[in-house]
């Protein structure tokens, strides 16, 4: 199966790369096979245009890759090239940037792109004026990178295993390790970084060469599988968790163990530690735990990750309601871009048999539902509530559901803006 795909993808981009093909696709604006509706559209459009199937079937499955890619290459995508799985990966343009800024920082002049996919990260590094050799195994995938980073006279595509690519006169690398594997029913995910393509101990081996690495891994990444001589950085675009990057040698700042950084509408902001993860830190009572208090907040999910609830407590002046959950609480409003905040309004035991009576009384229809500690599906439970509410049903509400101890709570609440 992973043949297959792999063989297509290297047919469809060389019907692309012929004069015919490259012209065609760069005349069509992305948005227009934005939906598959438009898709078929844009196929039927071609077809009868007298282009050749198999042309158009490359060019508008192109088209659904760049207008994809516009959520993370922007305007960019419009002149790259992609595949399924490259595009899958690949890294967002402005959090490229920000791992080139590493790198730049450092005085690093010569980086290796080891597994480079794409080519997003080492687009970014050419950007920095960086001398960037991108390595990939995959023939098609390296097609593409080669093309992505023509405009750079620093970047180099070299089409071989990264694990056995030469270092010599390199100072930096960077690696985005395969974490999918392909089988007959399709892509899956791999949580053992070993298991990663190239694994997490041959980035250990390459910092132990004196290099300056960084790599991404996936945001789920164990505390105890992190390297005690790195820095780890979780990051969140728009409440969204994208990676927690590792930084050796020259890239890891001082002073700088565990980091959160929280990319948002109005700019970043990021919470930072010298200290070792240390999850029992509540249970010891190092950090303070109260009741439900006026105010709700759940810390952006690179905060967790990272373990920096502490630290955010410290900055809000706020407290856990349970030693095992992320929640916190204060008596007063609080405006940070580390957490969403909500206003509480009444505070229930959780009985879906009085919720459904809350919501019938409330003409409740529209429910939003967080949880954490507790084993709920909230779409489920959404559909259990709202189930024979009538057609003045058209209230808003939100819920959090979570536990206090043993006690299963409901609350109410109201976002803050």
Known sequence: MANQNSEAAASQLAILLTPPGWELLNSIDPSSAGTKEAALNLNLTLRKAGHPVELVTAVVQQAQLRSKARVKFGPFADRMVFTPAGLEQATRLKLAGLHAQRYTRAGITKVADLGCGIGADSLALASAEIDVTAVELDETTAAAATLNLMPWPSATVVNADAMDFDLTGFTGVWLDPARRTTDTSGTSRIFDPEAFSPPLSFVESLADRGLAVGVKMGPGLPH???????????????????????????????????????????????????????????????????????????????????????????????????GHIAYFSTAESISTPMAKSYRVLAIRPYHVKNLRAWVKSEKIGVLDIKKRGMDVTPEELRKILLAGTGKDAKNKATLILTRVGDTRLAIEVEPVS
Do not use: Y
């Not at 929280?262 to 902001?269: F, K, L, S």
């Not at 249970?283 to 609830?309: K, M, N, Q």
């Open 224 to 322: 105890a599988a992190v390297p005690k001589t790195c820095e780890v950085q979780w990051v969140s675009i728009n409440g969204d968790v994208t990676e927690a990057a590792l930084w050796f040698g020259p890239l890891a700042r001082p002073g700088v163990r565990r980091a959160a950084l929280v990319i948002g509408e109005n700019g970043a902001t990021e919470l930072t530690s010298s200290t070792d993860f240390d999850p029992d830190a509540a249970l010891r009572g190092d950090v303070p735990v109260g009741e439900i208090d006026a105010f709700i907040h759940e810390p952006d999910g690179a905060v967790i990750r990272a373990g920096l609830i502490d630290e955010l407590l410290k900055q809000t002046g706020g407290h856990l309601i349970d």
